[in-house]
């Protein structure tokens, strides 16, 4: 599958990958209209400091044994074996937030508007090859490569 | 190679799935009571009439089609013959190589003279269930719930959504009491009041009285005190549906020979959604002879989320002796953490809930956080933070 590889060490922390992840998911074209303190509008990453204050950036694995998917009781939270993404839908969703308390990682959390859906990495599954947040990194941190493992 | 799966619910469909996946020629049969594939966590919002039976199903609607399954639906099966390899029920047999049993549980009964004798007394386990009581809730006006854990307070609320006012009864001092500690229980408790929802705590259901045509009138409470009374749903637990197994499940999940498993609550191991899926998975891959060791997971963990307020809770979440006990409190928050010896053994997470995965992993691992220099609330998977050479995060140690 592909999967974005993370080299902490290269991260510097601008956090472009966030402000890109939430342009991604807007709906609408050009970063000018976006709304960096936005309620309704979130990054699916982020990025952590632990406590030697190194950067450390937190996103979606789309785990080859996901622990979201494998607490979902409503058939949202799926692993698709073709791609290996594990995908999300909303429809489904019955907000019960067992995915985010079984992400070993800490890498998903309610909405912050409604508390009614999940903010989950969809890889932009609809903006072409790469994700935003790779396009977008200023220091080769993130990047997509095939693994072997799906 | 032809597996038969006694069981559509979290544990059979996951088996199903894992077996299709690794043996894509082997043979697959299901057999079920139920003729739905449905979430029972999500009943209650088929009683508020906020999804449709459909819309309860978590597989998509091919699922059996695409994987070669042949599903045997409306069959209760009433015996196992494991030297034969076969099952059998009303009407015919089915042969077996593998066979899992994931017959789920069954609504417990309290000892409550007189249950038997009435009608409009409900567990909410079943689809028949949650229409049975959607359809009595819709002219009722005196419901009462016994059990105020999630059970019954999701009765409560898919209740509360179809404009009824149940009294809920609990012989705990608070809701939730095996999930929550009285603080973050007493939140809902406000919630549910507010919405209509009336709480007796401390007591229990002794007796319940009928009508002359046997229907449910009244019940009595320990007290002795009378509540009248037209629709009950019993939530106190569930007892495994554990019949058919020819034994406890051993460490792959076999009961019996090397033909017969079982997964999910069916088992009387740890009873949850997640379990069951896990179960499932285990089960089947030993069923396809890749042996796979089941571990069981002890902690206590839950998610709670009504009204709009989400609770996680893990592990030990009263403070004993010896432990440290870090509480925040602020505006639509609580958070609590029991710390024993460096090692979290417990939190409830009330209010936000967001990016708390990781405090499952630290309790299940008894992982040590005492020598990580920050506040307990700034600790993350940054501190542990490690990827495998495909990518994926590891925990560091």
Redesign the interface.
């Known amino acids: 599958m592909r ?4 080299d ?1 060490e290269k991260c510097l922390g601008c956090k472009n990958c966030s402000i890109a992840c939430m342009q991604s998911h807007r709906g609408e074209d050009g970063v000018a209209g976006l709304n960096l303190s936005s309620q309704e509008l979130e990054s699916r990453n ?1 990025v ?4 030697k204050k ?1 950067y ?1 950036p ?1 996103f979606c ?1 789309h ?2 044994k996901p ?1 979201c998917a ?6 949202a939270m799926v692993k698709n ?1 073709e791609t290996g993404l594990v995908e999300y839908d909303y429809e ?1 969703c ?5 995915c ?11 909405d ?1 508007a ?3 859906y999940v903010v989950k990495c969809d890889f932009c599954a609809d903006k072409g090859s790469n994700p935003e947040c790779v396009k977008n990194c200023p220091t080769g941190a993130i990047k997509v ?1 095939e ?3 799906v | 190679m032809k597996h038969v799966i006694i069981g559509v619910g ?1 544990a059979g469909i996951v088996a199903a799935n894992t077996i299709s ?1 690794h043996r894509p020629n082997d043979q697959i049969v299901m057999i079920s009571a139920d003729d739905a594939v449905y ?1 029972r ?2 009943l209650h ?1 088929y009683i508020g009439g906020g999804r449709s039976v459909e ?1 309860l ?4 609607p091919n699922f059996f089609e695409a994987r070669n399954i042949v599903w045997r639906k409306g069959i209760s099966v009433t015996g196992i013959d494991t030297a034969a390899k076969t099952v059998s029920f009303d009407g015919g047999t089915e042969t077996y190589d593998k066979l899992l049993i994931a017959t789920g549980a069954k609504s417990a009964l309290p000892p409550i003279e007189g249950v038997k004798d009435c009608s409009g007394v409900y567990g909410l386990r079943d689809l028949a269930d949650a229409t049975a009581i959607r359809d009595k809730a819709a002219g009722a006006e005196k419901i009462v719930i016994v059990g105020a854990g999630l059970v019954g307070l999701d009765a409560a609320y898919g209740l509360i959504e179809m404009g009824k006012k149940p009294m809920v009864i609990d012989m705990a001092k608070s809701v939730l009491s095996a999930n929550l500690d009285e603080r973050a229980a007493e939140v809902y408790q406000t919630k549910f009041e507010e919405a209509g929802c009336v709480f007796r705590f401390e007591s229990k259901v002794s007796k319940v009285r009928s009508d002359g045509a046997g229907n449910l009138s009244c019940m009595i409470l320990g007290s002795g005190e009378e509540i009248p009374c037209d629709l009950l749903i019993i939530a106190v637990g569930i007892n495994p549906e554990s019949k058919l197994l020819p034994g406890k499940p051993d460490k792959y999940l076999k009961v019996g020979d090397d033909s017969v498993f079982a997964a999910g609550d069916a088992t009387g191991l740890s009873s949850s ?2 379990s069951a ?2 179960q499932g ?1 285990v089960a089947a891959l030993n069923m396809c002879g890749i042996e796979t060791v089941y571990e069981e997971c002890l902690a206590q ?3 709670v ?1 009504f009204f ?1 307020i ?1 609770s ?1 809770s ?1 592990g030990r979440f009263l403070a004993t002796d010896g432990d440290t006990l870090d509480v925040r409190v602020d505006k639509g928050r609580y958070q609590k953490i029991v710390i024993n010896d460096g090692v979290p053994a417990g939190v409830i997470l009330q209010g936000d ?9 630290l309790i299940r691992n008894n992982v040590n956080i005492e020598k ?3 506040s307990v609330w ?1 600790v ?4 542990a ?1 490690g ?1 495998n050479q ?4 590891e ?1 560091v140690k």
Do not use: H
């Not at chain 2, 809930?353 to 992993?361: A, D, E, K, L, T």
């Open positions: 999967r974005i590889l993370i902490s982020t952590l400091m632990n406590s190194q450390k937190l694995r785990c080859s622990g494998k607490s979902c009781m409503s058939g074996p489904k019955a907000a019960c937030f067992m985010v308390m079984n992400c070993p990682f800490g890498v998903l959390k309610p912050r409604s508390g009614t490569e693994v072997t493992t | 979290a996946k979430s966590c999500m919002k819309a199903s978590f597989v998509s959604w997640p899926m896990e998975e963990r839950n998610t989320n709009g989400a996680v893990v809930i967001s990016r708390c995965g990781f405090w499952q992993y990580i220099p920050r700034k993350s998977f940054a501190d933070y990827l495909d990518g994926e995060y925990w």
